[in-house]
C-alpha cells in the first residue's frame, strides 16, 4: 500500500519565519509534487520532482524553494513566510507512466 | 486561463438518488481523466480514472462519462450514501507538460453534500 507521509499535520509559524515542510514516500516513486489548496482556487502546483536534484519550477513557485536529496524525500521551503503562504499544502508522489498521483495527508499551515 | 473547469462549486443531494458533478476542459491534448475525493483535514484520494480513448468507465456505484468532442466528463454516484459527502476534484493529464510523465492539472472541485 502506497504511503506518502507529511512531517506535521498543523503548524503555525510567524512571518519571515523560514519553514520547511517534509514529504516522505515509501513507494520508491520516481516523481514528487508539492500543491497548495485554498478554497475555490482547488489545487495549484507550486515546484515538481522527477528524479533526485531535479526540481521543475510548478504554476505557483513564488516564495518557494524545494529539495529533493534522496529519492523518497521532497522538502518545501519557505524561504520567508509570509500570512498569504497560509494555506493546505499537499505533496505527491507517483511512477513515471502512471497516470495516479498518490497524496499525503496535507499540512495546514498557519502563518500570523 | 483555467483548463479544467468545475462549475458548481456546490452540489447538495438526496441519500440513495444520484449525484452527478460535471467537469469541462479546453485543453484536446489531454489524454487521460481522474476523479479524486478529499475529506476535510485529509489528502485526495483516487477515486476513478478514464483514458481519452473510452467514453465509459465503471467501478462500483461510481461511473465517469467522457465526451471528447463537447471537452466534457462527469461523474455519476448512484446510489449517494451520507459517506459520499467530500469534495471531488477533476484532474486532467497533460503529455505535453512534463514529458512522458504528463503532469496533472486540476479543477477548483465541487463540494458535494448528501443528505439522510
Known amino acids: 500500500d502506497v504511503k506518502v507521509t507529511q512531517s506535521s499535520r498543523y503548524l503555525v509559524k510567524r512571518t519571515g519565519e523560514k519553514v520547511f515542510l517534509e514529504c516522505v514516500q515509501d513507494m520508491d516513486h520516481e516523481n514528487m509534487f508539492w500543491y497548495r489548496q485554498d478554497p475555490g482556487l482547488g489545487l495549484r502546483l507550486i515546484y515538481f520532482s522527477y528524479d533526485v536534484k531535479m526540481k521543475e519550477k510548478g504554476d505557483i513557485p513564488e516564495g518557494y524553494s524545494v529539495s529533493r536529496e534522496k529519492k523518497e524525500r521532497f522538502s518545501l521551503i519557505l524561504e520567508s513566510a509570509s500570512t498569504n503562504q497560509t494555506s493546505m499544502y499537499l505533496c505527491?508522489?507517483?511512477?513515471?507512466?502512471?497516470?495516479?498521483?498518490?497524496f499525503g495527508p496535507g499540512t495546514r499551515l498557519t502563518v500570523l | 486561463d483555467q483548463q479544467v473547469k468545475q462549475n458548481s462549486p456546490s452540489l447538495s443531494v438526496q441519500e440513495g438518488r444520484i449525484s452527478i458533478l460535471n467537469c469541462d476542459y479546453t485543453n484536446s491534448m489531454f489524454d487521460y481523466f481522474l476523479w479524486y475525493k478529499k475529506y476535510p483535514a485529509e489528502g485526495p484520494t483516487f477515486l476513478i480514472s478514464?483514458?481519452?480513448?473510452?467514453d465509459k468507465n465503471e467501478d462500483g456505484r461510481f461511473t465517469v462519462f467522457l465526451n471528447k468532442s463537447a471537452k466534457h466528463l462527469s461523474l455519476h454516484i448512484v446510489p449517494s450514501q451520507p459517506g459520499d459527502s467530500a469534495v471531488y476534484f477533476c484532474a486532467a493529464r497533460d503529455g505535453n507538460y512534463g514529458g512522458s510523465q504528463g503532469n496533472l492539472i486540476f479543477g477548483k472541485g465541487t463540494k458535494l453534500s448528501v443528505k439522510p
Open positions: 478514464i483514458s481519452s480513448i473510452k
Open positions: 505527491a508522489s507517483s511512477s513515471p507512466g502512471q497516470n495516479e498521483q498518490f
